[in-house]
């Protein structure tokens, strides 16, 4: 059973940083890709940024520039740095992973950026 464990999410500042990261566990052989997604109130949930097995990241516009994904293939994580952050990057941030054409999802990570 695939599980995915996410960490690190808080209340920060405007203009300041910080990170959350994902762990993946169970029956994973092969990752199609990884990363993650979020969802404020009200608002549907989108792209934030997510990484594939060839090396592709992609990032969601509003985050582009300030945002950056790492990833470690053999621990099955993922970790996303967000600099410079804004109100409006203000959400539940989802952990996803895609495998043999099935998606995964974690419980989910408050951000709140406020001062």
């Known amino acids: 059973q695939v599980q995915l464990v996410e960490s690190g999410g808080g209340l920060v500042q405007p203009g300041g940083s910080l990170r959350i990261s994902c762990a993946a566990s169970?029956?994973?052989?092969?990752?199609?890709?990884m990363g993650w997604y979020r969802q404020a109130p009200g608002k549907e949930r989108e792209l934030v940024a997510v990484?594939?097995?060839?090396?592709?990241?992609n990032y969601g516009d509003s985050v582009k520039g300030r945002f950056v994904l790492f990833r470690d293939i053999a621990k099955k994580t993922v970790s996303l740095q967000m600099n410079s952050l804004k109100p409006e990057d203000t959400a539940v941030y989802y952990c996803?992973?895609?495998?043999?054409?099935?998606?995964?999802w974690g419980q989910g990570t408050q951000v709140t950026v406020s001062s």
């Open positions: 990484t594939t097995s060839r090396g592709i990241t």
């Open positions: 169970g029956g994973i052989f092969s990752i199609y890709a």
């Open positions: 996803n992973l895609e495998a043999f054409g099935t998606n995964y």
